[in-house]
């Protein structure tokens, strides 16, 4: 699997310079642990620059948005911004300063949404999850943009044991087998054994999708 294409957007360039550093260190921390598909980071732009026509010179996969301490003009494009004018599938995840601009924002079509203060991985394994269709939201976020129903709750096809989730959030968080038996204090061979015991369970093919599927019944939370 190739690398997402991941476009940022913010009105300060130092923001897009922060993002960019934040997700760039994350990267270089969970290659050193394991090779793996990751994020390509292919380019930040300006929000005067938001249009669909400059957006699709880049091809993103999806859109990382700063929407600053001022998020109205950001709102705004976000409004007028149809994605569905973009070719392929769009999706844009936003960091919000405060719990005020959550509503619209989520109105606009923005499914992934996190405080300004997100560390790295876990911005990191929000692109992911959004990426693969995932909703990912600041749980004080969760009662203000989420009526209760609208999401399907996928089956669990058996409960996964107390160590099978330890080692589940361990995935979550980027870590490779070996990193995640020195944790546990468990052997290499141990913690494949559970790995593959967390993929039958919750019926996923890679490890990747067995975090995505465990968010969806909200075995973890991004």
Do not use: C
């Amino acid at each position: 699997m190739a690398d997402l294409r991941l476009l940022i957007v913010a009105a300060d360039p130092l923001a897009r310079t922060g993002m960019r550093t934040l997700i760039e260190g994350a990267l270089i921390e969970r290659r050193f642990l394991e090779s793996q598909p990751g994020v390509r980071i292919v380019g930040q732009i300006g929000i005067e620059e938001t249009t669909p026509a400059e957006i699709e010179i880049y091809q993103p996969d999806i859109l990382l948005w700063d929407l600053g301490w001022e998020p109205e003009e950001s709102l705004t494009l976000l409004e007028e911004l149809e994605l569905g004018e973009v070719e392929g599938s769009l999706a844009v995840v936003a960091l919000v300063p405060n719990k005020e601009p959550a509503v619209e924002a989520w109105s606009a079509g923005v499914r992934g949404m996190l405080f300004r203060e997100v560390s790295s991985e876990r911005l990191l394994v929000a692109i992911e999850a959004v990426y693969w269709g995932l909703i990912v939201v600041e749980p004080e976020l969760m009662a203000m943009l989420i009526p209760a129903g609208v999401l399907s709750e996928p089956l669990l096809v058996e409960q996964l044991t107390p160590r099978e989730l330890e080692v589940l959030r361990l995935l979550a968080e980027g870590l490779s087998n070996k990193a995640i038996a020195q944790q546990l204090d468990i052997s290499d061979h141990t913690v494949k054994f559970h790995v593959n015991a967390i993929m039958n369970k919750l019926g996923a093919q890679s490890r990747t999708a067995a975090v995505v599927q465990a968010t969806r019944l909200g075995l973890i939370v991004l």
